[in-house]
């Protein structure tokens, strides 16, 4: 069983940057897609970005140009660096396979208030 780990949230101004990180419990990003998501309150959970084995990445209209996903294959690792973040990027991120989902983490909370 494969267990993910968010973390890097926090509170941040509109126009301030976070850096996520997604931790996994074994060897994964080399062989699948892996994907960012977010849930914000009263919303249902959508995608972010995602970066296949390849490392081909895609982002949502919503993010293109702030977010960048990558991984660190040696720390098990994925990030998701985010620029210029506004308060409609305000929700908990979650990271997962894009298909055939692993068990869902806790997520991390992001806010972005001023």
């Known amino acids: 069983q494969v267990q993910l780990v968010e973390s890097g949230g926090g509170l941040v101004q509109p126009g301030g940057s976070l850096k996520l990180s997604c931790a996994a419990s074994e060897s994964i990003f080399g062989i699948n897609t892996m994907a960012w998501y977010r849930q914000a309150p009263g919303k249902q959970r959508e995608l972010v970005a995602s970066i296949t084995s390849g490392g081909y990445t895609t982002n949502a209209d919503s993010v293109k140009g702030r977010f960048t996903i990558s991984r660190d294959y040696a720390k098990n690792t994925m990030y998701l660096q985010m620029n210029s973040l506004k308060p409609e990027d305000t929700g908990v991120y979650y990271c997962?396979?894009?298909?055939?989902?692993?068990?869902w983490g806790q997520g991390t909370q992001v806010t972005v208030s001023s």
């Open positions: 997962n396979r894009e298909y055939r989902r692993f068990i």
